[in-house]
């Protein structure tokens, strides 16, 4: 582009940065016995070898692979009420780990009517799924391994509110109920469904993990908030503005919530994907959470309007899966008929 010296031209390189003339001589290629054999010579590693692999980064990670145990499920069964002593008391007595198994899943015997949540997967119940996720946090925040943060979620330099931050903000853990409001406030007022509560908490347990940090008490209100303002953007077909959640909390700005965004997406180095097998995984997890703490979902008698749309499903999936074995069916036959058995036969002179 007007250039009267290029990098073609020069023997040098760019004229942009002058280079030193390198002898091959001064720079020998040394190699070990390993590296030598006798039919090839000399063996150069490949590029692949040589890095890890990001299979192997991320097998722990549970925001990444289906296979590994999410952190909030780990924190909260090392809080749990089994504790050593009543684990060898119920050891000892097998009669009362069964009643208390009972007790503990609240078995309820009808014999006229059949009870069933009305959460399911595809469709969880708002409150209860946000009660789950929130009391995970909880644990995150009370079995935390330390206190490690940064500036820009830290509570003391970016306030959310005008009112003077408590001096011991950082020091003391929040309560579950007040973690369940803050949440609630924002999922009510922006219209936000329970599917984006449990990506939240996808996003959340992966910005710890890519960062190395801790959710804390000086922080954990704008780690939620980056999480729940990534969650309703990218699951959400009519996202939330930043502006929106500017009208919810009154004293935040607008730079703020697009600089804090900018760092979530940083940190998370822009991996916002959420396969179904992880979505499920923390969907079931939650389940678990709530059994183990007596967060019972809500109950509804089945009435024939529902047991129509059950029976109904259960059709369509008994014909999806018997046309599938049809299909297994025909490929094993074809594949028989390609090389039959065939019998020779006999010749007696």
């Not at 999410?70 to 909260?76: A, G, P, Q």
């Not at 050593?84 to 050891?91: H, I, P, V």
């Not at 993990?209 to 922080?219: G, K, L, M, Q, W």
């Not at 979530?264 to 709530?290: G, T, W």
Request: proline share 4%; hydrophobic share 35%; glycine share 2%.
């Amino acid at each position: 582009m007007g250039a009267t010296v290029s990098c073609c031209m020069s023997p040098d390189g760019s004229p942009k940065l002058a280079r030193k003339a390198v002898e091959l001589d001064d720079y020998p290629i040394t190699t070990t016995a390993d590296d030598v054999s006798e039919d090839t010579g000399t063996y150069l590693q490949h590029i692949s070898d040589r890095e890890v692999p990001d299979e192997l980064a991320q097998e722990s990670n549970p925001s990444d692979n289906a296979r590994a145990s999410t952190i909030f499920l780990n924190k909260s069964q090392t809080d749990g009420m089994w504790n050593g002593d009543l684990q060898l008391l119920l050891s000892m007595s097998p009669g009362l780990h069964q009643y208390m198994e009972c007790l503990k899943r609240r078995i309820v015997i009808s014999c006229s009517t059949i009870f069933l949540d009305d959460s399911t997967v595809s469709l969880p119940n708002l409150k209860s799924t946000i009660k789950c996720v929130t009391l995970a946090i909880y644990y995150h925040i009370k079995n935390r391994d330390s206190n490690r943060s940064l500036d820009i979620f830290d509570e003391k330099i970016h306030p959310l509110t005008r009112e003077k931050v408590p001096d011991d903000y950082s020091s003391v853990d929040p309560e579950h109920k007040l973690i369940y409001r803050f949440v609630r406030t924002l999922f009510s007022s922006a219209q936000l469904t329970a599917e984006c509560a449990i990506v939240t908490l996808v996003y959340l347990e992966r910005l710890l993990t890519y960062a190395e940090i801790d959710i804390c008490p000086c922080n954990w209100k704008r780690i939620v908030l980056g999480a729940i303002l990534l969650a309703s953007k990218v699951w959400d077909d009519q996202a939330v503005w930043n502006v929106d959640y500017c009208q919810i909390l009154k004293d935040i700005t607008v730079e703020d919530m697009n600089e804090m965004e900018r760092h979530f997406l940083e940190l998370l180095q822009f991996n916002i994907n959420v396969p179904a097998s992880i979505y499920a995984k923390y969907y079931f997890d939650l389940r678990s959470l709530a059994d183990d703490n007596n967060l019972n979902f809500p109950l509804e008698p089945l009435d024939n309007h529902r047991a129509t749309k059950l029976e109904a499903i259960s059709r369509l999936c008994e014909d999806r899966y018997k046309e599938l074995g049809k299909v297994t069916i025909r490929k094993s036959l074809s594949a028989d008929n390609l090389v039959g058995v065939r019998t020779t036969h006999a010749v007696l002179s």
